[in-house]
């Protein structure tokens, strides 16, 4: 049997003196341990690592498989109040569904009065509507029905970092597409069915990537493979990409802003491919380190270009 001290990582104060612990025991099982010592400190708030400026130990993590003796010293931080990651997504979703219908519907206190309740003249507005409901509507079905989160929560602080990203850009568009005085695309029909069509067929693809990751990881699982093309032409992009999930989301996005030709959607498709960008490389890098057998054709965002 072994016994486990965990001390603050940044004071070094000794907050805990676990007796006679199972060597089998999981950093998932100490944490809970450390719970009934400590109630504030719930298991998801809390980061046990060797080191007290080191990476956090995963719930998995056997105490015989790490590098401590009869002893084992562990440090602990704090993370903050935890919010799950579903109620975080249907959060941020359901915010700029809301917001942009009552752009589109003109409710009173946004336009000129004469305008309230009154609808555009344009049938493009009235597609952008359905197309912006549709996709955040297909957002919120996915984060209920489809997404296997592998991080169970994240900080409270995030959600509002991300409900003003989400929710500001969803007015700021809005506002410009309902306007009365919003003026179609320059190249008029043509353009609306060349950008719908690349609207849906991305969010065709995007919905199609997201089931292939789902049957990647078994229910309740950790675990993670490569994901390969399957027989949805629609996956066949992952041949050349790590990440096409974010590359149907970029394509939606160019799709949208060809549809209303309005700048702010721009400068959002903008910001979501520099953040998407960010996070493809991040998961490529992973990719890379994790399987030493990784596709080698494939890059993060973009095929052969990023």
Avoid at 123 to 144: D, I, N, P
Avoid at 189 to 215: D, K, P, V, W
Wanted: proline share 8%; hydrophobic share 40%.
């Amino acid at each position: 049997l072994k016994h486990v001290e965990i001390l603050d990582a940044k004071t070094k104060d000794k907050l805990c003196f676990l007796d006679k612990v199972e060597p089998n025991a999981t950093i998932g099982e100490i944490k809970s341990m450390f719970h009934k010592n400590h109630p504030q400190w719930y298991p998801a708030r809390q980061s046990i690592r060797l080191d007290p400026k080191g990476k956090s130990l995963k719930d998995e993590d056997v105490l015989q498989h790490l590098p401590v003796g009869t002893t084992a010293t562990f440090y602990f931080r704090d993370l903050g109040s935890q919010i799950s990651w579903v109620t975080v997504f249907l959060t941020e979703y359901t915010g700029p569904l809301v917001i942009y219908l009552m752009f589109y519907f003109r409710v009173p206190f946004i336009y000129a009065p004469k305008y309230d309740f009154t609808t555009s003249k344009h049938w493009v507005v009235h597609l952008a509507c359905m197309c912006h409901s549709f996709h955040y509507m297909k957002r919120l079905l996915e984060t209920l029905f489809v997404h296997r989160f592998s991080h169970g929560t994240m900080p409270l602080r995030n959600i509002f970092k991300n409900c003003t990203y989400y929710w500001g850009f969803a007015a700021w568009m809005a506002y410009y597409i309902n306007h009365p005085l919003y003026t179609p695309p320059i190249y008029g029909e043509q353009q609306i069915r060349l950008a719908l069509i690349l609207f849906l067929f991305c969010q065709i693809g995007n919905f199609s990537i997201h089931i292939a990751l789902r049957n990647l990881r078994p229910p309740g699982s950790k675990t993670r493979k490569i994901p390969y093309p399957t027989k949805n032409p629609f996956t066949w992009i992952f041949l050349l990409v790590s990440c096409p999930n974010y590359t149907y989301e970029l394509g939606s996005w160019l799709g949208f802003t060809l549809m209303t030709q309005c700048l702010p959607v721009a400068f959002f498709t903008l910001v979501g491919f520099i953040q998407m960008t960010v996070w493809a490389k991040g998961k490529h890098r992973s990719y890379l380190k994790e399987f030493r057998d990784y596709p080698p054709l494939r890059s993060p965002i973009l095929p052969f270009i990023l």
